[in-house]
């Protein structure tokens, strides 16, 4: 029998994530119902606030409407096969998260981020670069 179960190995990950300076909680208190709620249901397994928090951080001066399709997108399924949805979020995660929008000047734009799920291993931090 080995020494090691599910528990062991999950205080080991969330040791290694607080020593690179990530903040964790206890997962019941993030509950719905609970006074540090930050889901709906626990058929919610990204936490928006956290995500936007994380991309807003990461992009000073993004529009909060940007920041909200980022998050759109990565929370939208687009197949029900979980190995080609892994592989769609890991594209997200290292090419970014592609959308347009029209500058104050009319002007088409093509802004580029870099979503990596993380903060509490599902936070979420953006890159964003202008292509012009």
Same mark, same amino acid.
């Given at each position: 029998? /080995?020494?090691?179960?599910?528990?062991? #190995?999950? *205080?080991?990950?969330?040791?290694?994530?607080?020593?690179? &300076?990530? /903040?964790?909680?206890?997962?019941? !208190?993030?509950?719905?119902?609970? /006074?540090?709620?930050?889901?709906? @249901?626990?058929? %919610?397994? =990204?936490?928006?606030?956290?995500?936007?928090? @994380? #991309?807003?951080? =990461?992009?000073? $001066?993004? %529009?909060?409407?940007? #920041?909200?399709?980022?998050?759109?997108?990565?929370?939208?399924?687009? @197949?029900?096969?979980? =190995? *080609?949805?892994?592989?769609?979020?890991?594209?997200? =995660?290292?090419? $970014?998260?592609?959308?347009?929008? #029209?500058?104050?000047?009319?002007? *088409?734009?093509? %802004?580029? &981020?870099?979503?990596?799920?993380? %903060? !509490?291993?599902? @936070?979420?931090? !953006?890159?964003?670069? !202008?292509? &012009?």
């Amino acid at each position: 029998m /080995s020494r090691y179960n599910e528990a062991t #190995i999950e *205080d080991a990950a969330l040791d290694y994530f607080r020593e690179l &300076g990530y /903040s964790t909680a206890w997962g019941p !208190n993030l509950a719905p119902g609970e /006074s540090g709620q930050e889901r709906e @249901s626990f058929q %919610d397994v =990204i936490l928006k606030g956290r995500l936007r928090g @994380s #991309i807003g951080r =990461i992009n000073a $001066g993004l %529009d909060l409407e940007l #920041i909200d399709e980022a998050v759109k997108k990565l929370q939208r399924a687009e @197949s029900q096969n979980p =190995i *080609d949805e892994n592989y769609r979020v890991y594209k997200l =995660i290292t090419e $970014g998260v592609g959308f347009r929008r #029209i500058a104050a000047q009319c002007q *088409d734009r093509l %802004d580029a &981020g870099l979503l990596e799920a993380l %903060d !509490n291993l599902l @936070s979420a931090f !953006n890159r964003c670069t !202008n292509a &012009g």
